[in-house]
């Protein structure tokens, strides 16, 4: 239902979107969070990013902590069910919201109630972009070539696949090259890159390789945590491909450093 | 044998630091990946088919006493003897008990994974009954004195170089061309006289048939229905899960089941059995015997996996597993590997022994979006994390971090400053917009690179922001 707000002109003033900055971005590479903002505000909305925002609790759902979850899930409701919307420049983090919430106060149906209510709200950045906003970036220029990995939870969980590219294809200068196995796991997994470091290191070894064979300059994806992953494996290997979050690309603040570049 | 006495983790070592399995594996999963693809374009029809599987096996699960109960009426009906087996155990002393009434000196053996769960090979080799396994994958197994690494490709873990190897050391009258064919003709010659003098032959089944009692074999070599022709008993060893109502539903999942398996329409053979030889009857064995097996499949049911019990065994989450096809398939310790044998290796070994299982897989999806019954299995994965916490399995290091971390995340200006305090910290480590030999950071930084954090958080920067303007 809320593809067609603006279409219809349900938005007799701007929506109201709380940003999730996502605790990665917060903490290792804000121009992200700041891409993010910048895109937003282009589109037409008025964004707000709440100062009680944390953790949307993955980690610990993921490692089976559901009670842990469940806590955290809280908080974000919360902190968020004021707004219009909720975006995230994740798939992961609101893959965990949209798809797992639920499930994690399953045991309380007031609040499971309250996190699908939520969950219909939040969306991932490139997705919100496309499909609630329609909006394309103008005035963007990057003359250079990318290839682009699809994470799991934005992929399988929302769809996210075509959004990004069609945003990207706006970017003038801009080619893709395309990625050979685009929707196999980088192997980053949230906990289990720590929890099983071999398993996936082989993984990334594999993506790392297929990434170089692209060609491409730039590696571009809509995850940080899937990022830094493959980043890191490039860097290690010695490549010369560089790693940017596809929001920065699109906001046009990629002149800066890469991932794992010094700055 | 080795698998039990390692930790997973040490198997999973030995398995990445060996370069020929890898091979092997990615020969098998890679034409198995491709093969399925090319299928699911020639089958637009892919989405309903699923769904209507899935409705079949859920209805038959929801009705399981129903279809049980009918299935047994029928097939003693039609002249075959039905057993039930709690356990893994029951089942194989009933074949092997079977077995010594027919007074079987050699039984041939037809695939299947379901003889493995219940330790059948062990347990005719144990009483002293010469076990000939008749698929050329299995026997390549049982040469090499081995286990079976995939539930649809047994020997998927040696090349066909490593087999060609093993047959001119093992086999009578070994092959001399190094090709398929020859080594195929390698396996027939040593075989075929076998299949010709067993007393008792044991198959699994891909259905079992409520409205007739008959049983559903599917393989592509012929062996299956080599092996159960000549002898005079069959026994057939099957999960109480593996019920359809009728041949037409038979059928909708043999649509599914081959496609997702092979890539292929259908299998070279699909055999039923119907009860033992008739009057009239050329050939077909004396007697007939069905042995029904539960062994955790109703505690399945109640425990919430109900789910689990649609699988129809096609392989394809294993191979579209990143971490299966890294490491094949005998780190995951237990008869089944991959994804689904993730899901059931706690459920027949218990999760103490086997709870990496659930956590070594990255949560990506592809198994479920590629599962012929769509089977949620990265959410019954979570399933047995959620378990082992709540029974203390997990470990105190990440009980207690993980405790920190929703102390500090639930309240937002601790959180604020804890995320302030640790960039500053990465960065007394970092060099070149890395973070170089910092503690706690190993298992990162011993494969690839850690990208160094900014100097300040996007809250920090987010919020002298707004105070400016």
Same mark, same amino acid.
């Given at each position: 239902?809320?593809?067609?707000?603006?279409?219809?002109? %349900?938005? *007799?003033?701007?929506?109201?979107?709380?940003?999730?900055?996502?605790?990665?971005?917060?903490?290792?590479? #804000? *121009?992200?969070?700041?891409?993010?903002?910048?895109?937003?505000?282009?589109?037409?909305?008025?964004?707000?990013?709440?100062?009680?925002?944390?953790?949307?609790?993955?980690?610990?759902?993921?490692? &089976?902590?559901?009670?842990?979850?469940?806590?955290?899930?809280?908080?974000?409701?919360?902190?968020?069910?004021?707004?219009?919307?909720?975006?995230?420049?994740?798939?992961?983090?609101?893959?965990?919201?949209?798809?797992?919430?639920?499930?994690?106060?399953? /045991?309380?149906?007031?609040?499971?109630?309250?996190?699908?209510?939520?969950?219909?709200?939040?969306?991932?950045?490139? @997705?919100?972009?496309?499909?609630?906003?329609?909006?394309?970036?103008?005035?963007?220029?990057?003359?250079?070539?990318?290839?682009?990995?699809?994470?799991?939870?934005?992929?399988?969980? !929302?769809?996210?696949?075509?959004?990004?590219?069609?945003?990207?294809?706006?970017?003038?200068? =801009?080619?893709?090259?395309?990625?050979?196995?685009?929707?196999?796991?980088?192997?980053?997994?949230?906990?289990?890159?720590?929890?099983?470091? %071999?398993?996936?290191?082989?993984?990334?070894?594999?993506?790392?390789?297929?990434?170089?064979?692209?060609?491409?300059?730039?590696?571009?994806?809509?995850?940080?945590?899937?990022?830094?992953?493959?980043?890191?494996?490039?860097?290690?290997?010695?490549?010369?491909?560089? *790693?940017?979050?596809?929001?920065?690309?699109?906001?046009?603040?990629?002149?800066?450093?890469?991932?794992?570049?010094?700055? | 044998?080795?698998?039990?006495?390692?930790?997973?983790?040490?198997?999973?070592?030995?398995?990445?630091?060996?370069?020929?399995?890898?091979?092997?594996?990615?020969?098998?999963?890679?034409?198995?990946?491709?093969?399925?693809?090319?299928?699911?374009?020639?089958?637009?029809?892919?989405?309903?088919?699923?769904?209507?599987?899935?409705?079949?096996?859920?209805?038959?699960?929801?009705?399981?006493?129903?279809?049980?109960?009918?299935?047994?009426?029928?097939?003693?009906?039609?002249?075959?003897?039905?057993?039930?087996?709690?356990?893994?155990?029951?089942? *194989?002393?009933?074949?092997?008990?079977?077995?010594?009434?027919?007074?079987?000196?050699?039984?041939?053996?037809?695939?299947?994974?379901?003889?493995?769960?219940?330790?059948?090979?062990?347990?005719?080799?144990?009483?002293?009954?010469?076990?000939?396994?008749?698929?050329?994958?299995?026997?390549?197994?049982?040469?090499?004195?081995?286990?079976?690494?995939?539930?649809?490709?047994?020997?998927?873990?040696?090349?066909?170089?490593?087999?060609?190897?093993?047959?001119?050391?093992?086999?009578?009258?070994?092959?001399?061309?190094?090709?398929?064919?020859?080594?195929?003709?390698?396996?027939?010659?040593?075989?075929?006289?076998?299949?010709?003098?067993?007393?008792?032959?044991?198959?699994?089944?891909?259905?079992?048939?409520? /409205?007739?009692?008959?049983?559903?074999?599917?393989?592509?070599?012929?062996?299956?229905? =080599?092996?159960?022709?000549?002898?005079?008993?069959?026994?057939?060893? %099957?999960?109480?899960?593996? !019920?359809?109502? @009728?041949?037409?539903?038979?059928?909708?999942?043999?649509?599914?089941?081959?496609?997702?398996?092979?890539?292929?329409?259908?299998?070279?053979?699909?055999?039923?059995?119907?009860?033992?030889?008739?009057?009239?009857?050329? /050939?077909?064995?004396?007697?007939?015997?069905?042995?029904?097996?539960?062994?955790?499949?109703?505690?399945?049911?109640?425990?919430?996996?109900? /789910?689990?019990?649609?699988?129809?065994?096609?392989?394809?989450?294993?191979?579209?597993?990143?971490?299966?096809?890294?490491?094949?398939?005998?780190?995951?310790?237990?008869?089944?590997?991959?994804?689904?044998?993730?899901?059931?290796?706690?459920?027949?070994?218990?999760?103490?022994?086997?709870?990496?299982?659930?956590?070594?897989?990255?949560?990506?999806?592809?198994?479920?979006?590629?599962?012929?019954?769509?089977?949620?299995? #990265?959410?019954?994965?979570?399933?047995?994390?959620?378990?082992?916490?709540?029974?203390?399995?997990?470990?105190?290091?990440?009980?207690?971090?993980?405790?920190?971390?929703?102390?500090?995340?639930?309240?937002?200006?601790?959180?604020?400053?804890?995320?302030?305090?640790?960039?500053?910290?990465?960065?007394?480590?970092?060099? &070149? &917009?890395?973070?170089?030999?910092?503690?706690?950071?190993?298992?990162?930084?011993?494969?690839?690179?850690? #990208?160094?954090?900014?100097?300040?958080?996007?809250?920090?920067?987010?919020?002298?922001?707004?105070?400016?303007?």
């Amino acid at each position: 239902m809320t593809t067609t707000l603006k279409q219809i002109g %349900a938005f *007799s003033s701007p929506p109201r979107v709380g940003l999730f900055v996502t605790c990665l971005v917060d903490a290792m590479r #804000p *121009s992200v969070g700041f891409a993010t903002l910048k895109l937003l505000r282009d589109a037409g909305c008025r964004v707000e990013v709440p100062d009680a925002q944390t953790c949307c609790g993955q980690p610990a759902f993921n490692s &089976g902590d559901t009670a842990d979850a469940a806590v955290l899930a809280r908080h974000f409701i919360e902190t968020f069910e004021g707004y219009d919307y909720v975006v995230a420049p994740s798939g992961s983090c609101v893959g965990m919201t949209r798809a797992h919430y639920a499930e994690a106060l399953a /045991d309380d149906p007031a609040w499971a109630e309250r996190a699908r209510r939520l969950g219909e709200r939040t969306y991932e950045l490139m @997705s919100f972009l496309v499909d609630v906003m329609h909006f394309a970036p103008a005035d963007v220029k990057l003359d250079t070539s990318f290839t682009y990995h699809d994470s799991c939870s934005g992929l399988r969980e !929302l769809g996210v696949h075509d959004q990004p590219r069609a945003l990207l294809d706006k970017v003038s200068g =801009l080619t893709l090259k395309p990625l050979e196995g685009n929707d196999v796991c980088c192997g980053f997994g949230g906990t289990f890159c720590v929890k099983y470091p %071999a398993i996936s290191n082989a993984v990334v070894g594999e993506k790392a390789d297929a990434i170089e064979r692209s060609g491409a300059s730039l590696l571009l994806g809509g995850d940080l945590g899937c990022l830094m992953n493959m980043a890191g494996k490039l860097k290690r290997k010695g490549s010369n491909v560089r *790693s940017f979050h596809a929001a920065e690309v699109l906001a046009g603040m990629a002149g800066g450093p890469a991932i794992g570049e010094e700055r | 044998m080795q698998e039990a006495t390692l930790s997973f983790k040490a198997r999973a070592k030995e398995a990445l630091a060996d370069p020929t399995l890898k091979i092997a594996i990615d020969r098998t999963t890679g034409t198995a990946e491709r093969k399925r693809a090319v299928a699911m374009t020639q089958f637009p029809q892919f989405e309903a088919a699923r769904e209507r599987g899935k409705r079949i096996k859920d209805h038959v699960i929801a009705n399981l006493d129903h279809y049980l109960l009918e299935f047994e009426r029928n097939a003693i009906a039609s002249g075959a003897k039905v057993h039930w087996a709690r356990t893994a155990e029951e089942a *194989s002393q009933i074949v092997v008990r079977l077995c010594k009434e027919a007074g079987a000196k050699r039984v041939t053996r037809v695939k299947s994974m379901l003889g493995e769960e219940i330790g059948l090979p062990h347990a005719l080799d144990e009483a002293g009954i010469e076990r000939v396994e008749t698929d050329l994958a299995e026997h390549i197994v049982q040469l090499g004195g081995d286990r079976p690494s995939h539930i649809v490709w047994p020997s998927m873990h040696r090349t066909r170089e490593q087999v060609s190897e093993m047959f001119k050391r093992l086999h009578r009258a070994p092959h001399q061309e190094e090709t398929i064919e020859a080594m195929v003709d390698s396996a027939r010659r040593e075989l075929r006289d076998k299949f010709l003098s067993a007393d008792v032959a044991i198959s699994g089944a891909n259905f079992l048939l409520a /409205d007739t009692g008959a049983t559903c074999t599917v393989t592509n070599e012929g062996n299956a229905e =080599l092996t159960t022709t000549p002898p005079r008993v069959h026994i057939v060893t %099957a999960g109480i899960e593996k !019920l359809v109502p @009728s041949m037409g539903h038979a059928i909708a999942m043999l649509r599914l089941l081959v496609r997702s398996a092979t890539g292929a329409d259908v299998t070279q053979y699909t055999t039923f059995h119907c009860g033992p030889k008739q009057t009239g009857d050329r /050939d077909g064995p004396e007697e007939f015997h069905i042995v029904l097996v539960d062994n955790g499949r109703t505690r399945m049911l109640r425990e919430g996996m109900k /789910d689990m019990l649609r699988c129809i065994r096609c392989g394809a989450c294993m191979n579209h597993c990143v971490v299966f096809r890294q490491l094949g398939g005998h780190v995951y310790g237990g008869t089944y590997p991959g994804p689904m044998g993730a899901v059931l290796t706690p459920v027949f070994d218990g999760l103490e022994s086997s709870r990496d299982l659930p956590h070594a897989c990255t949560m990506n999806g592809k198994c479920q979006e590629v599962c012929p019954v769509a089977i949620p299995l #990265p959410t019954l994965l979570r399933g047995w994390r959620d378990r082992s916490w709540r029974e203390g399995l997990e470990p105190a290091t990440v009980r207690f971090g993980l405790g920190i971390h929703t102390f500090v995340a639930s309240r937002p200006r601790l959180y604020r400053l804890g995320t302030a305090i640790a960039i500053r910290v990465m960065r007394l480590f970092s060099r &070149g &917009g890395l973070v170089k030999g910092m503690p706690g950071l190993g298992a990162w930084t011993a494969y690839r690179e850690f #990208p160094a954090p900014a100097k300040r958080t996007f809250m920090e920067m987010y919020k002298d922001q707004e105070k400016g303007q």
